[in-house]
């Protein structure tokens, strides 16, 4: 059986540069649990993709 996946749109306050979206993509990304994770500098946002579980 395939697992529900749950999509998040989340607001980045205080994101900067480029770069730092960049870090944050990586970091986050690399999170155990998280399927996928995309940063957009110019919108300020990350769309995050987790395997859903009991506490979201």
Known sequence: M???LVKKKLMLE???CANC???IEKGVGNI???NS???N???KTMILET???KEN
């Open 21 to 23: 979206a960049m870090k």
């Open 14 to 16: 205080g994101l900067d």
């Open 37 to 39: 994770c995309s940063v």
């Open 51 to 53: 395997a859903q579980n």
């Open 32 to 34: 155990e649990g998280v």
């Open 2 to 4: 395939a697992e529900a």
């Open 41 to 43: 500098f110019a919108t």
